[in-house]
């Protein structure tokens, strides 16, 4: 059986071994060892698994699970493509480990045996997480990479593929429509949006004008995306943990990333 994904977590093991967690492209997570995943040996050959390289992994049939857990051990790997430029900038790489870190917060494990990679109902995750990593890359390569930029349009695009994206056209208490109102509040505990009559707050439009635009602007059109800026981020991030019972300081790239 073969198997895409993106390594979004290694772990050395042992001398030359490695166990990665990939993300597949059915948005599931799988772990994997490699023997011999470390590199090294007497032709020192770097490690191909880098964080957020895309490889393609055969398994060997295991007739019985190891130690019970849901490793499966690699037959015959390769690299589909690695994000060259991320390792080298310091921001860059604190941004794909928060998208990891998040990502591993909600991801489903892939179970040898029982799970089904036919099953597509989370791929749109994988489709976020990959575009991401491809452009973080081109801007790095363009030399225009702006973290907040990158981390608003992901958190928009995660928001709404897990189908817990804020109602952004009517006021969460009298379904006025937002965009006829003078001034909006956002309410990351909620993850509501509520128009300035009905809830009391700093005026956020320009935060509304911005998810709707980040929920429409493709991936590829990501220098567009204008006008972010990092307590927007963090509105997101909060609102994200809220729904998923974390607290921002958990997420151990998030605080490095704006140092
Ligand atoms: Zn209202």
Redesign the pocket.
């Known amino acids: 059986m073969v198997f895409e994904g993106l390594v979004i977590h290694r772990v050395p093991y042992k001398e030359r071994d490695l166990i990665v967690k990939l993300l597949l492209r059915n948005g599931m997570v799988g772990s994997f060892y490699i023997y011999g995943g470390q590199g090294g040996g007497k032709s020192h050959k770097p490690s191909i698994f880098e964080l957020g390289s895309m490889m393609r992994i055969m398994i060997k049939d295991q007739k019985t699970k190891i130690d019970s857990s849901d490793l499966m051990i690699s037959a015959e790997h390769s690299r589909i493509w690695e994000p060259q430029s991320v390792r080298h900038d310091i921001r860059a790489f604190y941004l794909v480990c928060l998208y990891f870190e998040l990502i591993s917060k909600f991801s489903i494990t892939f179970q040898p045996g029982t799970s089904d990679y036919q099953n597509l109902d989370h791929e749109g995750v994988f489709s976020v997480v990959s575009n991401a990593l491809f452009y973080i890359e081109d801007a790095l390569v363009k030399k225009q990479f702006e973290a907040g930029q990158h981390l608003t349009l992901f958190m928009v695009k995660l928001l709404f593929h897990l189908g817990i994206m804020p109602d952004t056209d009517n ?6 429509e937002l965009l006829e ?1 003078p001034g909006v509040v956002f309410m990351p505990a909620n993850g509501q949006f ?6 009391q707050g700093e005026n956020e439009r320009g935060f509304l004008l911005r998810i709707k635009k980040g929920y429409q602007t493709r991936y590829q059109e990501y220098a567009g995306f204008l006008g972010t800026n990092f307590s927007e981020c963090d509105k997101l991030i909060q609102y994200f943990c809220h729904q998923y019972h974390l607290r921002p300081v958990e997420l151990r790239s998030y605080s490095l990333l704006f140092k």
């Open positions: 006021c969460s208490y009298c379904q006025e109102m509520a128009c300035q009559n009905c809830a």
